[in-house]
């Protein structure tokens, strides 16, 4: 059973950083790993970035682009997401995902296997 836990959330002020991490039990996975945050109220999680486990190609939400970054580090089996010039807004919930796919990773229903997730308030 593989197990994916978040961290590094946390309260930021509105312009500021953020570095969340996600440590995975075991490197199982062949397809890809992302992030995905849920707004209070929400039904669905909403895409943020994928890295492609063979190969490294990403992709982010049109939100993130030039200011997020998902990397990860294979020693560690651990997920990163950078988050720059943090918007103000209500709590978010961010989630690690993880899937054996190569399609559809935009969509919460390509992964099998999620994390407990991290909060993430960006607020003066």
């Known amino acids: 059973q593989v197990q994916l836990v978040e961290s590094g959330g946390g309260l930021v002020q509105p312009g500021g950083s953020l570095r969340l991490s996600c440590a995975a039990s075991?490197?199982?996975?062949?397809?890809?790993m992302g992030w995905f945050r849920q707004a209070p109220g929400k039904e669905e999680r909403e895409f943020v970035a994928?890295?492609?486990?063979?190969?490294?190609?990403?992709d982010y939400a049109p939100s993130g682009k030039g200011r997020f970054t998902i990397s990860r580090d294979d020693a560690k089996n651990t997920l990163y997401l950078q988050m720059n010039s943090l918007n103000p807004g209500v709590t978010t919930v961010y989630y690690c995902a993880a899937t054996r796919q190569y399609i559809y990773l935009t969509s919460e229903r390509a992964y099998a296997y999620w994390g407990q997730g991290t909060q993430v308030t960006v607020s003066s």
């Open positions: 075991a490197r199982t996975f062949v397809g890809a």
């Open positions: 994928f890295i492609m486990l063979n190969g490294g190609d990403t």
